[in-house]
């Protein structure tokens, strides 16, 4: 590990001329370009790995986290001078980690059953074909960020980000999706039709006369039918809806039958004459 959190300026420009002759290289394709390789090879400058080992030896930044290969991570571990006792078989790994510094000890396992319980497991995948070599990189990992933190950093072991994103797009609930009334539902729609007797009732409920007592209002809708031809519900409809020009209407209906009722009032009558 350096002991320069900060490059000098020298290293710098070094790194990055080793970056652009990596972009070069189509065996680098996949590390993220310029920026990638350029930031894989800090993180590798910071835990002490030699920045071409980063490249080949299984160095990646993922959705910027810094994944490292099973390989490389146990060479890291064992170059620091700690130790580790592995037991493994196809279906689980136990790990136990001695420390070169402290004494500390610390024992792991990872097993394929875990596997499926967390939803990696893959048929036909990684975990099917090669179950040991997965149950020990991911109980290298487990070990190495509680017992090897200052070997590995914050890095994970590779592959781990991938298979925790895919988990996570499986456990992901898609929304009820809301069924939007098609046209032929929306047609069959049954709108309750008030009836000839309901209309009636709220129009001289409405239009009670006050000026003209004696000509009702059912009388002026039978006459608005009968000019108009047609049903008395639809002109009661009609009333209701524009209630202003059928109120100022029935005045005026109202004020011609009392002068027709005055005038009649006021005729002589021919037996007598």
């Known amino acids: 590990m350096s002991n320069d959190l900060i490059p000098v300026k020298e290293e710098m420009q070094v790194l990055e001329v080793m970056a ?38 299984g160095m990646h930044s ?16 064992r170059k620091a001078g700690h130790k580790m006792e592995i037991d493994s078989n196809e279906q689980r790994c136990i790990i136990k980690g001695f ?5 500390e000890s610390c024992t792991v396992s990872f097993s394929v059953e ?12 990684g975990w099917a074909k090669y179950p040991s070599d997965m149950c020990f990189a991911r109980a290298l990992s487990r070990l190495a960020r509680r017992l090897f933190p200052d070997v590995i950093g914050n890095a994970y072991v590779e592959g781990e980000i991938e298979d925790d994103d895919d988990k996570k797009t499986k456990t992901v609930k898609a929304a009820p999706k809301v069924q939007e009334p098609s046209i032929e539902a929306t047609a069959t729609v049954q709108v309750e039709t008030p009836s000839e ?3 009636m009732e709220k129009c001289i409920a409405q239009f009670s006369p006050k000026e003209h007592p004696d000509f009702p209002i059912e009388d002026f809708l039978e006459y608005c039918a009968k000019n108009q031809k047609k049903a008395i519900e639809e002109v009661a409809k009609q009333a209701l809806k524009n209630s202003d020009r ?10 011609m039958k009392e002068d027709e009722l005055v005038a009649s009032l006021k005729k002589p009558d021919m037996d007598e004459a």
């Open 62 to 77: 993922i959705q910027g986290k810094i994944t490292i290969a099973p390989q490389l991570m146990n060479s890291m571990i």
């Open 99 to 103: 420390r070169k510094d402290t004494g």
């Open 197 to 199: 007797e309901e209309l």
């Open 114 to 125: 875990e596997a499926r319980k967390a939803g990696i497991y893959k048929d036909g995948g």
């Open 246 to 255: 059928f109120a100022e209407a029935y005045r005026k209906w109202a004020d």
């Open 20 to 57: 652009k002759y990596a972009t070069e290289s189509k065996f680098f394709n996949t590390l993220g370009g310029l920026p990638g390789i350029f930031s894989i090879m800090l993180y590798a400058r910071e835990i002490g790995v030699p920045p071409m080992q980063a490249l080949m030896s």
